[in-house]
């Protein structure tokens, strides 16, 4: 995974609370196998109408949101169903990091399997960022993970954690600087797995009683 | 504090006795990895995390506690034909490819055990009280059910447990709901669960573990259980679950991969001792008294978003933030429902009755009373869809398809069906369910499809009527 040390970019307010992944990508395109191919994806039944041209009024079209790196919303972003694909095509849009007040579990997990950072602000400074991002659009905001704050040309500075809980924000933005994926520090463990194996009743494993 | 054998011993909730059973690592300042009892994969969430694998030649740790089916994509009709839609079937055939390759026990569209993957685990038997279970899929606090800590993950963590049959997970906090007393007739543990989201909202449980009590909990069936604990996540929480008794016990007993003979009885000695010990401590606490719960109708875009169906359309302007204001009405613009409609005024055009929620066999047998001997209204296209093929067959048994295909409903083979709209059976733009499933998000059912969330006996009785209708009026 690519570590994330700071980053610089467009903001691009969705001025809505509780969007689910149902919206962030819709499910008929979970059907594909790829990884790859999701930014195109994205909230896809908002950002085009039923002829495939751009809906001008969905904020990701409109002039000076083209670039966005930094997306903010309103509180439960990303709730609903598990599909990591909503933050695959988060991520293969261009977003880096998503600010917020809160976000869903099973979303913010998924955020850091892949390098996406998640930004948690107080509700009223969500919303300055919100209102300031609309009334300008193109205004630009520096997530900075190793100082663990963000801030703008224009004097808005505000420290944030990536997780509510003081031991995961620090173990989670340690992953995040590093580039660390799980499975390789989980493979290191072998000898403990293979123990906790040997003491399993072995009436825990299924076995077919009528094949 | 409770004495054990001369020492002190704390008492622990269900919640902290299945974790502290799984820690395999635990160190200051880091998640702890817990061991995965059984592992469930389904089509969509799995193929990514399989290619991840082969890239980097990692195997899977044990295919023995891994087991896959079939169930989002799949069509409901003409199982015999090659399924037309050809991304679909790329993604069908490369879970057979992938199970075979992994050596990984498959219920695939032609095997009789096939169905929903949370329907099917229980069914069959894999699921053990007082187990860590994970599959790709946020509906997987189904299992929670039966004193399981059931948890979904995303693609990602699902290749993380295929190579190394553990789990990576901070400690979560605990929130008791508590549901006393006793539901009135004709309000079930689907409306219970709406009654729950409904007040605690769509976010109320998040980072926390919920452990449903009380006596109109412990009064559920297992497949009312199933239904509470399924829609978990729609109060923000990923896992919910209930303590294990002799309801469990006796749901399992005889499945066809449930422990046998000697290991049963080991197994329910163990079991017996997971049930939350008195003096537990839980982060917080929220109590419901169940002769005030209702049948409940949504009329938004989340599951929050709901009323009693005795109820009416609720106004923006009753909301007290701008956001909540705001969010109301882009949700009744997306429905096109006017603020003080009467809930019983608004007329469903399909009615739907499946889901991991709610197409279990109980589910089957209690709309098939509200409809039998009657028609489907007019304007009303109507759906079965069971959850599995075992309930199907056991459906079939009972003459239940009878009563359906009678009163006019389609009969299907099982699936997710349109739960989402990700198979051939969607809701054109416009078109408005009532339906058993457990999410009314935008577009969930069918790009613009409109969905009104409720127990299948209101789904069946919004058929017959053509309207919805306070269940409880309904002669039988
Ligand atoms: S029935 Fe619906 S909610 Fe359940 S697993 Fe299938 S798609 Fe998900």
């Not at chain 1, 995974?1 to 970019?9: A, D, L, Q, R, S």
Request: charged residues 25%.
């Amino acid at each position: 995974m690519e570590p994330f040390k700071k980053v610089t970019g467009v903001v691009v307010p969705l001025d809505r609370v509780n969007v689910d992944t149902d919206s962030i990508v819709p499910a008929r395109f979970l059907k594909r196998i790829e990884r790859d191919g999701w930014g195109e994806l994205l909230f896809f039944d908002w950002r085009f109408l039923p002829d495939g041209s751009p809906n001008p009024d969905f904020v990701l079209n409109a002039p000076g949101y083209e670039d966005a790196k930094i997306l903010v919303a309103g509180r439960n972003f990303g709730s609903g169903s598990s599909r990591e694909h909503a933050v695959w095509a988060l991520r293969q849009y261009g977003i880096r990091a998503i600010i917020a007040p809160s976000l869903a579990d099973i979303f913010h997990k998924n955020c850091f399997e892949n390098g996406v950072v998640p930004v948690f602000l107080p509700e009223e400074r969500v919303r300055e960022l919100i209102r300031k991002a609309k009334e300008g659009p193109g205004c630009e905001l520096t997530v900075d993970l190793e100082r663990c704050e963000v801030w703008d040309e224009e004097g808005f500075r505000s420290p944030f954690v990536v997780h509510d809980d003081p031991e995961t924000h620090e173990f989670r933005r340690h992953c995040l600087l590093n580039g660390l994926d799980d499975i390789a520090m989980t493979l290191e463990a072998e000898e403990e797995i293979s123990a906790f194996e040997e003491r399993r009743p072995a009436w825990l494993t299924p076995v077919d009683g009528e094949a | 504090m409770r004495l054990v054998e001369g020492a002190t011993v704390k008492p622990k909730t269900l919640f902290e006795k299945i974790w502290d059973a799984h820690v395999v690592r635990e160190e200051e300042g880091k998640p702890a990895l817990l061991y995965v009892d059984l592992h469930l994969v389904h089509e969509v969430t799995s193929a990514q995390a399989f290619e991840g694998l082969r890239l980097i030649g990692r195997g899977v740790r044990r295919p023995d506690l891994t087991i896959a089916t079939m169930d989002h994509n799949v069509p409901t009709t003409d199982r015999g034909l090659p399924i037309r839609d050809e991304i679909s079937r790329k993604q069908i055939e490369a879970l057979r490819a992938n199970a075979e390759e992994f050596g990984i026990r498959l219920y695939g569209m032609e095997s009789n055990r096939q169905g929903i993957v949370h329907v099917i685990g229980p069914e069959l038997g894999y699921t053990r009280p007082g187990t860590v279970i994970v599959c790709g899929d946020s509906h997987t606090s189904t299992q929670g059910a039966f004193g399981v800590f059931a948890m979904p993950i995303g693609t990602t963590q699902v290749e993380h447990v295929l190579a190394s049959q553990c789990l990576v997970q901070a400690r979560l906090k605990t929130m008791e709901i508590r549901v006393d007393g006793q539901l009135s007739p004709g309000v079930t543990a689907k409306d219970m669960i709406l009654g729950i989201i409904g007040r605690i909202g769509v976010d109320g449980a998040v980072g926390h573990v919920i452990e449903y009590t009380g006596e109109a909990i412990r009064a559920l069936s297992m497949e009312g259980r199933m239904t509470v604990c399924n829609m978990s996540i729609e109060a923000g929480a990923r896992v919910g679950m209930i303590a294990p008794d002799d309801t469990t016990f006796e749901y399992l007993r005889c499945r066809p991969f449930a422990p046998k003979d000697a290991d049963w009885d080991a197994a329910v000695e163990v079991w017996r001792a997971l049930p939350t010990d008195p003096g537990a401590a839980f982060d917080r606490t929220v109590v419901f008294d169940a002769a005030e719960l209702e049948p409940y109708v949504t009329w938004g875009t989340n599951p929050g978003m709901v009323v009693p169906v005795t109820g009416s359309v609720p106004d923006p302007a009753s909301f007290p933030s701008t956001a909540e204001r705001a969010a109301v009405e882009r949700a009744l613009e997306y429905m096109a429902l006017e603020p003080g409609t009467p809930i019983q005024e608004i007329r469903p055009d399909r009615v739907f009755i499946g889901s991991c929620t709610n197409a279990r066999i109980e589910d089957l047998r209690s709309a098939a009373e509200i409809v039998r001997g009657r028609k489907v209204n007019e304007n009303v296209r109507a759906m079965v869809v069971p959850g599995s093929t075992q309930v199907k067959l056991q459906a079939e048994q009972e003459g239940l398809d009878k009563t359906f295909v009678e009163a006019g409903f389609e009969w299907r083979e099982a699936g997710c069906s349109m739960c989402l709209g990700m198979n051939p059976d969607i809701l054109q733009p416009g078109e408005r369910c009532a339906s058993s499933s457990n999410r009314n998000f935008e577009g969930r059912q069918g790009k613009g499809g409109r969905t009104h969330l409720v127990s299948p006996q209101m789904a069946a009785a919004a058929a017959i009527a053509g309207h919805f209708v306070d269940i409880r009026d309904w002669q039988v």
